[in-house]
């Protein structure tokens, strides 16, 4: 009989869904788009936005090797920051609008990460770099929010999933990389 949801179940709703949606191997795009997809050229601003994140691994592991105030292991941090390409290549570029085993592996990768670099990080930031650090993450939040916006029936757009999804692998390297500009 009329039983509101505490915030805590809704929350335990919200990320069982959320561990559901990570071992998913489907591709979350509009059946339709296949054709689009397999029609995007292998150098467009959205393909080659995979290899952000290997760029900024490149760049942690030698532009910024003498950063000292850097907080963990650089080379460590560096090397699992530029394998996030490999699996963003696999899932959005090479596997998108398929069922593959790389999407759910990208998404889990993705959110290890991410939870791993903030939480290596977080006791040994200033407040500044608290900031920026918990601006990147809102605006990727925001960005990869408008990225499933843009693939979700009856707003689809391709061209806004290309543009946010893009985005969304823009911000985290370029904070990150924005992040060791401010340490070094």
């Known amino acids: 009989e009329g039983h509101r949801k505490s915030t805590s179940d809704n929350l335990c709703e919200r990320m069982h869904g959320h561990a559901l949606t990570m071992a998913d191997c489907h591709s979350m795009t509009p059946k339709g788009w296949l054709a689009k997809f397999d029609e995007l050229s292998a150098f467009s601003p959205y393909a080659l936005s995979s290899f952000t994140y290997l760029l900024a691994g490149l760049v942690l592991l030698t532009v910024f090797s003498g950063a000292r105030h850097y907080k963990g292991n650089r080379v460590l941090d560096g090397s ?6 490999f699996f963003t290549l696999m899932a959005d ?3 998108i609008g398929r069922v593959s085993i790389w999407h759910a592996l990208d998404r889990t990768y993705a959110t290890s990460l991410t939870l791993f670099l903030v939480t290596t990080k977080a006791f040994w930031l200033d407040t500044f770099e608290l900031a920026l650090f918990g601006g990147v993450l809102a605006i990727g939040a925001y960005c990869l929010t408008q990225s499933r916006h843009t693939r979700s029936e009856p707003t689809a757009s391709f061209e806004g999933f290309l543009f946010w999804h893009s985005m969304w692998h823009l911000c985290f390297p370029l904070g990150y990389m924005a992040w060791c500009v401010y340490i070094w």
């Open 80 to 85: 699992l920051i530029a394998l996030q390409s």
């Open 93 to 95: 570029v090479i596997y």
